[in-house]
């Protein structure tokens, strides 16, 4: 069984920074890409950053040049370190990851959440 556990989320002020993790567990082969999600109050979740096994990134329009995606694949880890933080960064964010496991084959797996508050 795979677990994806996020960390990291919290309140702070517009300009602010703040850094998530979301670590991998279980009985884990390989990991495609890891990606982050976030979902503010009453609208639909939306891809905030995606991250290849390679190191190739992808951010949202609204995200770039402040969000950073890594990824430590030694500890089946993937990081958003969050800067010039704004009020609409407000919301729930969610690790997704693309695993193989010993047991079964590729598929997509998504983390609790960790909520995110941006005070103006």
């Known amino acids: 069984q795979v677990q994806l556990v996020e960390s990291g989320g919290g309140l702070v002020q517009a300009g602010g920074s703040l850094r998530l993790s979301c670590a991998a567990s279980g009985s884990i082969f390989s990991i495609n890409v890891m990606r982050w999600y976030r979902q503010a109050p009453g609208k639909q979740r939306e891809l905030v950053a995606a991250?290849?096994?390679?190191?190739?990134?992808n951010y949202a329009d609204s995200v770039k040049g402040r969000f950073t995606i890594s990824r430590d694949n030694a500890k089946n880890t993937v990081y958003l370190q969050m800067n010039s933080l704004k009020p609409e960064d407000t919301g729930v964010y969610y690790c997704?990851?693309?695993?193989?496991?010993?047991?079964?084959?590729?598929?997509?797996?998504w983390g609790q959440g960790t909520q995110v508050t941006v005070s103006s």
């Open positions: 997704n990851a693309f695993i193989s496991t010993a047991v079964a084959s590729w598929r997509s797996y």
């Open positions: 991250i290849s096994s390679g190191g190739n990134t």
